[in-house]
């Protein structure tokens, strides 16, 4: 199975700051690669596919970037509804597995 | 609109088996595939299988053993069936409506304690 090693685990940041958070994939993954936002309590949203494109619907100061087995979710600004765990995900080979997951809360 | 919502029972004594049901509206089981997705409380999600749009089925192979999913057109309706549970099986259950191998719209969940 294709390991998804995300980091960092948690994350503090203040208003309007940018961050950015990894995934490494155990081999090449091809860009199949999404990103999740999953607020306390509900379930877990789309907001990054294909490495890069943005699921519809989602605000543009998310972005997602890398090639190979890194990948990078980047936020610009940070707002207090962007307080949430997030989750990378691999859909290059079966079974698709998940990274840990990155909980980001604000300073 | 899209939706997906589970319903089965939260509490499930260990070695029983776990019956979940998925169903769902704003769209065609034989257009989309639907999967089965768990999570134990603080952690990361895991894949569990998937229902094709042509009726075929997958699964995670640590699994697979114990897991079987089905659906009823008709109905609407995606099913789960997971035999011998333990405790490291509780956690929240979700089914996942997938576009081009990512998770698209997303159940509410349903939590599931194995215990006796």
């Known amino acids: ?107 | 609109q899209v939706q997906l919502k589970e319903s089965g029972p939260g509490l499930v004594q260990p070695s029983e088996t776990l019956s979940l049901t998925c169903t769902v509206s704003g769209f065609s089981l034989t257009s989309y595939s639907v999967s089965w997705v768990r999570q134990p409380s603080g952690k990361g999600p895991e894949w569990m299988g998937r229902m094709w749009y042509d009726g075929d089925t997958a699964y995670n192979s640590a699994l697979k053993s114990r897991l079987s999913i089905s659906r009823d057109t008709s109905k609407n309706q995606v099913f789960l069936k997971m035999n011998s549970l333990q405790t490291d099986d509780t956690g929240t259950y979700y089914c996942t409506r997938e576009l081009q191998w990512v998770f698209d719209y997303w159940g509410q969940g349903v939590m599931v304690t194995v215990s006796s």
Not at chain 1, 72 to 97: H, N, R, V, W
């Open chain 1, 1 to 107: 199975d294709i390991q998804m090693t995300q980091s960092p685990a948690s994350l503090s940041a203040s208003l309007g700051e940018t961050v950015s958070i990894e995934c490494l994939a155990s081999e090449g993954i091809s860009n199949s690669l999404a990103w999740y936002q999953q607020k306390s309590g509900k379930s877990p949203q789309l907001l990054i596919y294909a490495a890069s494109r943005l699921q519809d619907g989602v605000p543009s100061q998310f972005s997602g970037s890398g090639s190979g087995t890194r990948y990078s979710l980047k936020i610009s600004g940070m707002q207090p509804e962007d307080e949430a765990d997030y989750f990378c995900e691999q859909s290059y080979k079966f079974p698709l597995t998940f990274g840990s997951g990155t909980k980001l809360e604000i300073k």
